[in-house]
């Protein structure tokens, strides 16, 4: 199903950036050529280096620290992924991307790319629930990017409400039922 796809994981930073780990490991053990790209908060929930063994490919996080000068990494990720999925997707870059905002690595290879985008939802329910989130979503789906909802769980706040990432077996079963509506 991955076989010599491009993909693009975007990981941002909500706790629960570690579940990441196992879709990138899932999408590599299938096939896919994986490429991690991490925002500066991210890191504070997992490590390049995880990523880096798990994707076999060099993680990125910081747009100027980009060694190679013959191409532009950005445009690059951009022009030659098949998929970008960003899990977990907070509400920064919801609001980021729904208003057009391009200031790190994760945002202007999203806005970048032509390939579709998928954003896998996690925040705490106050945030999910924000009016502004909720119309940067709705921005986000009139624009044609992709929409896995949070589903209900135990929140890292320690209440039950919906703001919980979906488990990564829907996540990637959303991701294959998208890939054979795009073929």
């Given at each position: ?12 930073g ?17 096939g896919?050529?994986?490429n ?23 993680v990125?996080v ?9 191409e ?64 940067n ?6 624009y ?23 488990k ?16």
């Open positions: 199903m991955f076989e010599n796809l491009n993909i693009v994981v975007g990981i941002t909500g706790i629960s950036a570690y579940k990441a780990c196992g879709i990138v490991s899932y999408l590599k053990k299938e896919a050529n994986v991690v790209i991490m925002t500066k908060n991210a890191v504070e929930f997992i490590t390049p280096l995880t990523l880096e063994t798990l994707s076999g490919n060099k990125i910081d747009m100027f620290d980009c060694p190679d000068y013959t532009v990494k950005h445009i690059s990720l951009a022009k030659y992924s098949d998929l970008i999925l960003v899990v977990p997707a907070t509400a920064n870059i919801i609001g980021k991307v729904a208003n057009g905002l391009a200031d790190d690595m994760l945002s202007t290879t999203i806005m970048a790319t032509k390939a579709p985008v998928v954003f896998a939802l996690a925040m705490n329910n106050a945030m999910y629930e924000n009016r502004i989130v909720q119309d979503i709705e921005k986000l789906k009139s044609g990017y992709e929409i896995i909802e949070p589903v209900v769980g135990q929140l890292a706040c320690g209440g039950k409400a919906k703001g919980k990432l979906e990564n077996e829907k996540i990637i079963d959303f991701v294959k039922v998208l890939r054979e509506r795009n073929k």
